[in-house]
């Protein structure tokens, strides 16, 4: 399944392809940028925090980084099949 949706819409424990950015203005996507996120790299949910969902927690690069929801729906993705 290759559909197309934002880190926010993944379950736990999910990988996808970063695929873009839906920014309200640029210096948001310069700041993903600087974190480390890029196209083309692979992120996975790893928690959900307890109340209303937030933070969510991901894996970049083996790093963890915890992100807002508001954050997390910006930056769309491509869900991996096993096959991917």
Do not use: C, W, Y
Request: glycine content about 8%; proline content about 4%.
């Amino acid at each position: 399944m290759n559909t197309q949706t934002s880190i926010a819409d993944l379950a736990k424990q999910s990988l996808a392809r970063i695929t873009g950015f839906l920014v309200d203005d640029p210096h948001t996507e310069t700041r993903f940028r600087e974190i480390g996120f890029a196209e083309g790299d692979v992120v996975e949910v790893l928690h959900r925090g307890l109340f209303g969902g937030s933070p969510i927690n991901i894996r970049l690069h083996g790093t963890s980084i915890a992100m807002r929801p508001r954050e997390a729906r910006m930056i769309i993705v491509r869900r991996l099949s096993d096959k991917d």
